[in-house]
């Protein structure tokens, strides 16, 4: 009680500060105006198992991109016991100072206060923070490796993260725990930044497939609070079809902010359909880059048909690896979910299934037709 108390003043201090920003001088609608030097901003929202560390990696790749993973996460598991909707605002006002490259929201969510870089959960996802000269360690390897640089540049002080931030044109983050995006409109009302959202979705029952083999029960109890509780306490596990119809609808109210020009101009926002830049990657990274103002260079048009192409196990990448063979990660869903299943998702997400153009199966007869095409 005593939580939720603060919280609420929380967001009434934080509505004054929302207020205190719409005031600042700017035209009637938000502009994507770079001038020499302003740094780019670029933020991917997705839900989980929708391939957006992937996504994330094609930007934490390239050298001028600065790349934060998940920022939101300590804020989620300091307040686990808060909804995903008031967890907006921290999380919000979290991503603001990161965008402005100040860690100083961060001491506070940090298990030891931030003492030193690895208190940052998936600090080792940064390219830019595991590579000379921000980590200077005995790796005289040019290659990015994730599991070395957990184990050799976490000691480095949290203020790494603002002193490597600077030093780059572009700075990237990619969050599963933004579910309104009107919640962002203050940052795009910012002068100092330059805003450009990507938007990732995927198949609900290709996400519904993946999440089986991952332990997301702290998360979903956050995110589907508001929807169960009915004004009670209420820590009940929610089950997928619960989670799915929430995750959803959130797409869909998302996608549809984004499109409308009241809000968010074409510069500001772009959708993207996971398995469109699964199996055709090198033309929608180029779309991606072209959207956020990057180049792309030979390295990671080399890099990007690899990643697409290889099997996961065939070349171990540290701590989280991307490599898959695009065509069958796409459609694995329908060998791994029962048509029960299948039907209750494609129920409950009818409404982002055809909004995002995703084609239902009205029988098992289907079902055993598409697995037998996919796989010839």
Not at 4 to 32: D, Q
Not at 84 to 99: G, K, T
């Amino acid at each position: 009680m005593r939580s939720r108390t603060f919280y609420l003043l929380f967001a009434v201090i934080n509505f004054s500060i929302i207020c205190f920003v719409l005031l600042i001088p700017s035209s009637s609608k938000p502009t994507t105006d770079s001038s020499a030097g302003k740094q780019v901003h670029i933020l991917i929202i997705s839900s989980w198992r929708s391939g957006s560390s992937f996504l994330g990696s094609i930007f934490n790749n390239h050298p001028e991109v600065f790349y934060t993973f998940e920022p939101g996460h300590p804020v989620w598991m300091k307040l686990l016991y808060e909804s995903a909707e008031l967890l907006h605002y921290p999380v919000r006002d979290l991503i603001h100072s990161l965008f402005k490259c100040d860690v100083s929201p961060l001491y506070s969510y940090l298990q030891q206060g931030g003492k030193q870089l690895s208190e940052f959960m998936f600090f080792y996802e940064s390219r830019a923070l595991c590579m000379h000269p921000t980590c200077q360690s005995s790796n005289t390897s040019a290659s990015y490796n994730r599991l070395h640089c957990f184990n050799t540049c976490g000691g480095k002080s949290l203020v790494t993260i603002e002193e490597t931030c600077r030093n780059h044109s572009h700075i990237a983050m990619k969050t599963v725990r933004i579910f309104d995006l009107k919640v962002l409109i203050p940052l795009l009302q910012d002068p100092k930044l330059d805003l450009r959202i990507i938007h990732l979705v995927r198949d609900p029952r290709a996400v519904s497939s993946s999440r089986k083999y991952f332990d997301l029960s702290i998360d979903d109890k956050i995110v589907c609070r508001d929807a169960l509780s009915n004004g009670k306490q209420n820590n009940k596990t929610p089950n997928i079809t619960e989670i799915m119809g929430t995750i959803c609808k959130s797409q869909v109210a998302i996608h549809k902010v984004g499109r409308d020009v009241k809000y968010f101009l074409p510069e500001n926002y772009m959708l993207v359909r996971h398995e469109d830049l699964a199996l055709d990657p090198l033309s929608n990274v180029n779309k991606l880059y072209s959207f956020s103002g990057l180049g792309m260079i030979p390295e990671l048009k080399h890099w990007v048909y690899n990643v697409t192409h290889k099997d996961s196990s065939s070349e171990p990448d540290g701590l989280m690896s991307y490599s898959r063979q695009s065509l069958k990660v796409t459609q694995n869903w329908k060998r791994k979910l029962n048509f029960k299943i299948i039907k209750e998702i494609q129920e409950v997400c009818r409404e982002a299934m055809e909004l995002f153009e995703y084609q239902p199966l009205e029988s098992e007869s289907d079902l055993r037709k598409s697995i037998g095409w996919e796989w010839n």
